[in-house]
């Protein structure tokens, strides 16, 4: 965040604009635009505008104060009369505008792939208000947690509740209440409008698709058609936890058929290491000494990290043999960096929060039988500190899914632990005029990243976009094999 903020100061463009910095004469939906040129990994350039939108902190306060919304534009190559791509980002609590900011490797990568929706149709990017590089950016620092006992949800039950008591302070002029995902939606059609599109595309991924999906519930009929990757419902949030086990069974599958991981592996495969080295933890946590310092690990400490290396399918197999043949030094270095100090934006918990779940499925998390593997990381904060957060509930009627007849091409990864491939199950006949699209061995991400190794797919995505035919799509297709990473230390004895 430093260096991002460190190179906005150092760009020859309009400077962010703070809430705090607004005067009188800016009006709700108003722009200020200033213009770059960004260069691609290839050493091609692509020109840009980016800029600030003035909204309403809360539009359902009449005279509330305006803040600022960043959002770049790409113009397309030329015309083709396809609707302006919207992209958005996950999070929440995450930020695009660092692809044309910053000059790393990274970031030129990346211009390469806003030059390809370009060549579509406009690409837009709107970011999300109360984290945005063109208007305020609030996090709040949170402190270290203990070593010397075992992590735990309850820790993280009071650290959220912590943030929530000193929110208001660390931002007194800022109408919190404000920072929900119906006002983000709003935000994508107050900028749509002041860009002149009467309609739209979207490209969304987790939470970006949430995002999406509140945009269409909210504005019915500004949105032509949407990809949408890494599916999360208005009422999914907060995953189940049977449908993340199976994510975990699914990359077993193969790894337990792996002949290189063959020495390391116990029997009953990966998932029986899972279970013994979870009884194992139950019993007695584990204490490590590294050169980072000691920590004490336990059960929950390991669902949690369980997590964690499931987004990585390759090193999953290794993080479990390694905690099963009482290997623990890297995890331990982790997760001494995960209970260091920190900072947490706030908009994740306001807008999360606000959003909830509905009864029944929350009375479905709190009994799933996965429970005692996967661990309650996923919600029990938020869950527990509802109330204590001033965004508004935002109602059953809003997270219900409701008919909607906007073509989308849903593309789902089936190792995806975040958004568990239930999710897009779950959507599909809610929307009648919507395709699925399962890649086999993705895991949590966007459709583009995903389909790089196969260009063809990708080319049909695009054209989905373009003309909206969804024709020749496969139903299904698989992703390159995964080259399981070996444990470090040499197998057991025999």
Known sequence: MIKRLALLLSLALAAPVTAQ???????????????????????SSMPYEIGTLYVPENRDKPGSRLIGVGFARVKATRPTGAPPIVLLAGGPGATMLDIVLDHDEAARRRVKVWQAYAEVADLVVIEQRGYTLRGDLMTLKTPPLPLDRPGATADDVAMVRDMARRAQAAYPRADLSGYSI??????????AHALD????????????????????????????????????????????????????????????????????????????AIEATRARLETAPVTVATPDGTVVLGVEDYQYALLDAAQHAAGFPRFVLDAYHGRYDAWARDAIAERAAGERSLINPLINIGLDMTAERKALLRTDPALPVIGRWDFESYIQTKGEWPTPDAGDAFRRPVRDTTPILFVQGDWDPSTPIENTLAMLPWFPNARMMILHRAQHGGTFQWLRTRPELAAKAYEFLRSGSLEDLPSQADLDPVTFARPEAPPPSP
């Open 182 to 191: 119906g006002q983000i939606a709003d935000d994508v059609a107050d900028l």
């Open 197 to 272: 599109y009467p309609k739209i595309s979207l490209v969304a991924a987790s939470f970006g698709s949430q995002w999406g999906f509140a945009v269409m519930k909210r504005h019915p009929g500004l949105v032509a058609r949407a990809v949408i990757t890494s599916a999360e419902p208005l009422d999914y949030g907060y995953d189940m936890p049977s449908q993340v086990y199976a994510v975990y069974q699914r990359i077993a599958w193969e790894a337990d058929r792996d002949p290189g991981l063959k020495p390391w592996m116990p029997p009953g495969g990966l998932l029986a």
């Open 21 to 43: 910095e607004i005067k009188g004469g800016r009006h709700a939906g108003e722009l200020a635009v200033a213009t770059g040129a960004a260069t691609a990994i290839d050493g």
